[in-house]
């Protein structure tokens, strides 16, 4: 294990490396929240896959592939499908109106009157998401170091706080590019291929299992809506996904880099589904579906290889944390904290290099506080549901009421987000946490709410309208005066 330890390490050492690097790039609050929105498409291509494939795509998706078969693709499968929907879709736009977070789309929208609330609500998300993620390296260093879950977490989460403190997203670019980079060689081009060939091939798992695990549908019809319903409708609308688009250096870039890392993850879904299945084919009394990734990889790679794919399960779950929490960070500063305090926008260069201290410090206390709470908490999946319960529920229809139908209001959307939110939370504490119905009702209680309050007030004033439609078309306003230097 001498080898695998000594690529895990340079592997970690590499990242607070990366920290460090990104630290002398981050002058500015853009550079530090959004990486002075230069991304090329190489760049934004490789950080936008690595963002939304965390721990629950990587060991989570052999666990489904496990337990299920082929079906157990869905999930990441609808991951890829709404990243590919937003790139497509919604990108250029958003990338066009040059803000920070959600709640600031909705503020230009709506004019001005959605922001604390909906901050709350996807600060709530991006926590949750944070913590959840953080969670995972409990079970990574439990394999790497036989170390009990409070250190593996102190461990995982420490680095990650400390190069996402240092560079911010400058930071968290590079070391996602380097864990793109490491997942794509571990995962895909080693394990997948190595677990098929374990399990005797293709003709032998087909042999060994129930015909069900080679059912497309396997997984279930209602379950397959309920992950279109959280996860593809999740990733049009969550501030971590946001705000990687934010960093194109341009529409075209978030379009069409947005729609390459959208089929990278659909791949990487059938990949982790297939190792899942050789898996049980290998090992078909576990424990636990999620024990599946670490038991082949322990049992089955050689020396290094095996540490060279453990660094990319590793590489994973850092890449959705440092991602969930610098979006965690952006909201509590810029959308809840700002916002109290009556803090206006500033946009000189001098006030903007004064903000970069405040942001680095909202990393690191909300570091601090997702360690914290991942420590203290014991269920992930609960967490992880509550969060896009909350996301979906409360903030969809609003957000994408204000993209797609022009007469939505201020009232209607704060309507949507409220009655949204406590549907959710009252139906999930009546059905249980872990139902499909809390998330169902929940969003179409929102949808009535919006359509209903925003029919029965007065449309949003035309002049806000009108500086919306700028922003929309990527004409430079007094609230964004930011140039966009070509960066690949």
């Given at each position: ?6 690529v ?13 690097w990104?630290?002398r790039?981050?002058?500015s ?9 230069r ?5 934004y291509?490789?950080?936008?896959a ?17 337990q299920?078969g ?5 999930m ?6 709404g ?20 709640s ?6 709506y004019g001005?009157r959605?922001?604390v ?5 996807m ?12 969670i995972?390296?409990?079970?990574i260093f ?6 009990n879950?409070?250190?593996a977490?102190v ?12 560079g ?7 070391t996602?590019?380097?864990q ?32 069900s695990?080679f059912d497309?549908?396997?997984v279930?019809g ?12 999740g990733m049009?609308?969550?501030?971590d996904?946001?705000?990687?688009v ?19 993850c ?7 589904a ?5 898996a ?5 009394k576990?424990?636990s ?9 322990k049992?089955?790679l050689?020396v ?13 779950v ?15 500063n ?7 305090r ?13 903000e970069?201290?405040?942001?680095r410090a ?6 601090l506080?997702?360690i914290?709470t991942?420590?203290?908490?014991n269920?992930?999946v ?11 529920g409360g903030?969809l229809?609003?957000?994408l009421?204000g ?11 704060l309507?949507s ?15 249980g ?28 004033d035309?002049?806000?309208?009108a500086a919306?439609?700028e ?13 966009v230097p070509?960066?690949?």
């Open positions: 294990m001498a080898v695998d330890y000594t895990i390490v340079v592997y970690l050492a590499g990242m607070l490396a990366m920290g460090w990104g630290m790039r981050a002058k609050k853009s550079e530090f929240l959004v990486a002075g929105r991304l090329g498409p190489a760049m291509s490789g950080t936008m690595a963002i939304v494939l965390g721990g629950a795509s990587t060991i989570g998706g052999v666990g489904l592939g496990y299920y082929l079906s157990g693709a869905w990441v499968f609808t991951i890829g499908l990243l590919l929907a937003l790139s497509v879709f919604f990108s250029a736009r958003i990338a066009r109106l040059k803000v920070y977070t959600v600031e789309m909705l503020d230009l929208r001005g959605a922001g609330i909906s901050g709350v609500v600060w709530a998300y991006t926590l949750m998401l944070a913590v959840t993620s953080t995972a390296y409990a079970t439990d394999v790497l170091f036989d170390v879950r409070t250190v977490i461990l995982g989460g420490a680095i990650v706080v400390a190069y996402s403190t240092l911010g997203m400058w930071s968290i670019t590079l996602d590019m380097v793109f980079v490491v997942k794509t060689i571990g995962v895909l081009l080693l394990l997948l291929p190595i677990a098929v060939v374990k399990a005797g091939g293709f003709a032998e798992m087909k042999a060994q299992l129930p015909t695990y497309p549908l396997g279930g209602e379950t397959i809506f309920t992950y279109v319903l959280i996860y593809t409708f049009l609308i969550g501030q996904i946001w705000q990687r934010f960093t194109a250096r341009s529409d075209r870039t978030a379009r069409w880099g947005g729609t390459v890392a959208g089929t990278y659909l791949a990487y879904a059938v990949a982790g297939v190792i899942g299945t050789a049980r084919v290998l090992y078909p576990l424990g579906p999620d024990d599946a990734f670490a038991t082949i990889v049992d089955e050689p290094g290889v095996r540490g060279l794919v453990l660094a990319a399960a590793l590489a994973a850092m890449s959705t944390s440092s991602g969930a929490l610098i979006a965690c960070a952006t909201v509590a810029n959308d809840i904290w700002s916002r109290l009556g803090l206006t926008k500033r946009t000189g260069e001098h006030e903007e290099r004064d970069v201290a405040g942001n909202f990393i690191l206390v909300m570091g506080a997702v914290g991942a420590i203290a908490l269920d992930v609960q967490a992880l549901t509550v969060a896009y319960n909350l996301l979906v903030l229809v609003p957000i009421g993209l797609l139908w022009k007469r939505g209001t201020a009232r209607g959307a309507a987000v409220a009655v949204g939110g406590l549907a959710v939370i009252g139906l999930m504490a009546g059905y946490i872990l139902a499909n119905e809390p998330v169902y009702y929940g969003l179409l209680a929102s949808l009535v709410a919006y359509v209903a309050v925003s029919l029965a007030t007065r449309p949003t035309e002049a806000v309208l919306w439609r922003r929309l078309a990527g004409r430079p306003s007094e609230l964004s005066s930011e140039t070509a960066h690949q």
